[in-house]
């Protein structure tokens, strides 16, 4: 940069005049003193929260003074006297001034009371004494200290700038200048250098000093104008506004020199952390690819073909070449980062690092032989399976040579077989298809080697256990089929050549047809005759049409059977002309067949005799199914009407017995009308019976025209008599019961309407649970005790349902008992006298026997009182009286 001067430059410097300091203060000198000293003094006293505006008024207590001798120096002075007085001051004064005095520093003619009374010359040496003690004594550089050295720094850090010579602290920093390079020199980026002008000392002196304040955290202790308009600015003033640029950037520079100390030992942690993270990383994937690499080595599993196995060869060799190199390299890297890693924990004075459980060397190391063991043996393993794959496929490759060289010579020669030639060649050409197929049978018994070869083969690739061997098998199995089949069809062809040979004739084939032909026509005159024959048993009118119709279908059929007849005997005939016309000598008769054209002829004329009477029976049995039919009807339809009137009256019947319209004597009427009704319906019922006699005798089972048969008929009549007969009699029982008891029409009518109430199913009976209701309903309160006695009176046969009779007996039963109860308490309250209680012997004694009988009875369920055995007391004997309703 152009502000920068390797050269030293002394053409401008001035000769450092020797001032007398024990002088007084120059007027300007004590001004620059008084402003810098100031800015200094407030700079600390900031820090704790308070400032000073006159430094002889402000430190004349001495409060602020010890107060700012704390701040500078870190340490508790005495406690400070807090009085007004002059004494107080003096003493506050004196402990600063031993403070200062006990760090070394000798107080020449400065006393307390010279500060107390606010002589402002002594004021400022106490303060420039404390600045040259705390601030600028402990300056060192280069084996120099204090002013010499807080020189040094500045020339130092001055050199490489042009027009910039430090020699002293008053002079040299005139033109602002110096200011500016010492910052710029620490803070390039806060002024630019290359614009500032020797001849502009305000502008530079006021740059410097609003930069420092600005950015740096120094006060502007000097005045701009101050500087220029003295001869030789003060050197205290200067001395002290350099120290604090020298404490703030050697405060920046310790700062970024521990910053520097801090960023190392990170950088080396950083450092050790990502080999830590990397060592955890290559050890997870090389112990990962391991783990997945040994079940590979370990599977021993045999492939089927040879390119699978010299896959797995071929897999296995790039293994050894190209996975397990890099793997190998990997580990060894990982024990060197890890032993690099132990290294700089140690030098750095760090705990050794300690890896994931089953990540240490040893875990690795063990993985990895665990892996070559794997590995051992997997190559000769894979060599000798290729060579066991060698054989088989040489043995395969061999079958499907041979199997294909015989199925080419095959083709064609089942069809050649199973031609029908022979049957339409003339007798030479017999001969010679008979010549040309012992030829055959010749080269057919030369294959037979290789046809065993190829069984022997299959049989051997079965026992390596060849992985096709299923193919092999079937396509061996195909080979050996069609080679018994090629046999049979030999043999099977040279019979019919040799046959055919015999049958050379016209005849022999007349014979052979007649044969074919005599034969189904033989058997269908059988079957027609059986059929025709054939007894028949038949149900119904469809029955016999189904019959009727076969019938007419196969006479339909007759013309085309004579026709076909007439054509097996013209074949016989032309046998006999052609015998008679060419003289064949005939040894014996046709040898296809038995049927001759007599024997045809004879069973012809039985069919032609059977069909009419055929027809005879098949129009009686139909005028008998005819009758029957209408038979079935006539039942039908008088069966339809008497079984819905039959319940129809039941259903009345049950309604008469139920409803409570007029007297019982009007119910007992209505019900005699029905029976005389149901009386006289009694000769449809016997007309009905002759048909059922006539049906049965005319053997019909069944009648598609009712559901009703005669057994339901017979059912529902007697059940309808038995029916209105026991409804007379519970009527007539009625009428008995009501005129015995005394019941009035009322009261039967009202115990008929309880009784319908809870019949709720309506059949004329009520079960246990809707009487146990019924009873509630009106006014008995019982046990199950009480319950079970009166169904045991009710229902006497347990059949768990109680009718209308049962439940009026009762209930006229227990209104007599009611009356004898009565009676019976009246009986009690005199026999019990004083005591409150009878027993079962004074009862007997004492009662008329029906009262005592009834009242024994009753007590069976109940105990008495302890003292008395077998007795009741008046409440006990009440309850088994009446019930615990009637307490």
């Keep these: 940069m152009d502000h920068y001067d390797s050269q030293q430059t002394n053409d401008y410097m001035q000769p450092e ?3 007398d300091r024990d002088l007084l203060l120059d007027p300007a000198w004590e001004k620059q003193q008084r402003k810098t000293f100031t800015a200094w003094c407030n700079s600390h006293l900031r820090k704790a929260g308070t400032q000073i505006e006159n430094i002889e008024e402000d430190f004349r207590d001495g409060l602020k003074l010890m107060l700012l001798l704390e701040v500078i120096s870190g340490e508790r002075l005495a406690k400070p006297e807090r009085g007004k007085m002059r004494v107080h001051k003096i003493s506050n004064v004196n402990k ?14 400065i006393g307390a009371e010279e500060i107390v009374d606010g002589n402002a010359k002594m004021t400022l040496g106490m303060i420039w004494t404390i600045i040259l003690r705390f601030a600028i004594q402990d300056i060192s550089v280069e084996e120099t200290s204090a002013k010499e050295g807080l020189l040094l720094w500045c020339q130092r850090k001055t050199a ?33 250098y290359g614009k500032l002008r020797k001849d502009d000392p305000l502008t530079n002196l006021n740059t410097a000093f609003d930069v420092a304040e600005r950015y740096l955290d120094i006060p502007k202790m000097l005045d701009a104008e101050d500087i220029i308009g003295t001869l030789r600015p003060d050197e205290k003033a200067i001395m002290t506004y350099v120290s604090c640029y020298y404490h703030a950037f050697s405060g920046a520079q310790k700062a970024e020199t521990a910053a520097n100390r801090i960023c190392k030992v990170l950088a080396v942690n950083q450092e050790n952390e990502q080999l830590m993270e990397d060592y955890e990383k290559l050890a997870s994937d090389l112990l990962e690819w391991i783990r997945r690499t040994i079940p590979w080595l370990e599977n021993r599993a045999p492939e089927n073909t040879m390119q699978a196995m010299q896959q797995k060869l071929e897999d296995f060799r790039d293994y050894r070449r190209l996975h397990k190199p890099p793997k190998v390299q990997e580990k060894c890297q990982l024990e060197i980062n890890f032993n690099t890693l132990q290294t700089k924990l140690r030098l750095s004075n760090r705990p050794a690092f300690m890896p994931s459980e089953g990540k240490m060397v040893s875990d690795i190391n063990n993985a990895w032989s665990g892996l070559e063991q794997a590995e051992k043996g997997y190559e000769e393993w894979l060599l000798n399976d290729i060579r066991r794959l060698e054989r088989l496929e040489h043995l395969a490759g061999k079958f499907r040579q041979k199997a294909s060289i015989h199925e080419s010579w095959t083709d064609g020669k089942e069809a050649m077989l199973q031609q029908k030639d022979y049957e339409t060649a003339t007798l030479s050409e017999i001969k010679a298809l008979l010549k040309k197929h012992e030829a055959f049978e010749s080269d057919l018994a030369a294959h037979q080697d290789r046809v065993e070869q190829i069984a022997a083969i299959a049989q051997e690739l079965n026992e390596l256990d060849y992985y096709d061997s299923p193919s092999v098998n079937a396509r061996c199995q195909k080979i050996c089929d069609q080679w018994d089949n090629l046999g049979a069809l030999t043999q099977k062809r040279r019979e019919a050549l040799e046959r055919t040979e015999k049958l050379l004739e016209t005849i022999d084939q007349l014979y052979l047809e007649y044969a074919k032909r005599a034969a189904p026509f033989n058997n269908w005159m059988e079957g027609a005759m059986e059929d025709l024959q054939d007894t028949f048993i038949v149900h119904t009118i469809e029955e016999i049409q189904g019959l009727t119709t076969a019938h007419e279908q196969f006479k339909a059929t007759l013309p085309d059977a004579d026709k076909e007849r007439q054509a097996i005997l013209g074949i016989h005939n032309e046998v006999s002309k052609i015998v008679q016309t060419y003289h064949v000598n005939m040894a014996g008769t046709n040898p296809y067949t038995t049927i001759n054209p007599q024997e045809i002829n004879s069973k012809w004329d039985h069919v032609r005799q059977l069909v009419p009477r055929r027809d005879q029976a098949l129009m009686e049995e139909h005028a008998r199914q005819q009758h029957n039919e209408r038979l079935r009807k006539q039942f ?34 209505h019900l005699r009308q029905y029976e005389k009704s149901i009386v006289n319906y009694k000769p449809k019922i016997d007309q009905l019976e002759g048909d059922h006699q006539q049906i049965q005798e005319a053997l019909i089972f069944d009648n598609k025209h009712t559901n009703y048969t005669m057994e339901h008929i017979r059912v529902g009549w007697e059940q309808l008599l038995t029916t209105i007969a026991r409804t007379i009699n519970e009527v007539e029982n009625q009428i008995l019961t009501r005129d015995a008891k005394g019941i009035s029409q009322e009261q039967m009518n009202e115990f008929r309407a309880s009784f319908n109430h809870f019949d709720r199913k309506k059949t004329g009976m009520m079960d246990s649970e809707d009487f146990r209701t019924c009873l509630i309903s009106i006014g008995y309160n019982m046990g199950e005790a009480e319950f079970a006695r009166i169904m045991s009176i009710v229902d006497p046969n347990r059949i768990g349902v109680v009718t209308f009779q049962a439940f009026i007996d009762f209930m006229s039963r227990e209104t007599a008992d009611t009356d004898t109860a009565d009676q019976v308490m009246a009986s009690f309250k005199i026999l019990a006298g004083d005591k409150n209680y009878i027993t079962v012997d004074e009862l007997r004694r004492e009662l008329p026997p029906d009262q005592a009988e009834y009242c024994i009875a009753r007590m069976a369920p109940y105990t008495g009182p302890d003292s008395v055995p077998g007795a009741l007391d008046y409440m006990s004997f009440s309850t088994a009286l009446y019930g615990e309703s009637d307490l």
């Excluded at 010579?165 to 602002?176: E, L, T, V």
């Excluded at 259903?651 to 007297?663: L, P």
């Design 17 to 19: 005049d020797d001032w």
């Design 160 to 192: 490489p700038y042009k027009n910039v010579n430090i020699q002293n602290f008053h002079i040299s920093w005139k033109d602002g200048l110096g200011f500016c390079a010492l910052i710029h020199r620490h803070r390039p980026e806060l002024i630019d």
């Design 96 to 109: 600063a001034l031993d403070f200062i005095a006990s760090k070394g520093v000798k107080l020449v003619s």
């Design 636 to 669: 039908g339809a008088q069966a339809n009407v008497i079984g819905p009137w039959i319940q129809t009256k039941m259903e009345e019947i049950g309604r008469i017995s139920i409803e409570m319209h007029g007297t019982l004597e009007d119910q007992l009427n």
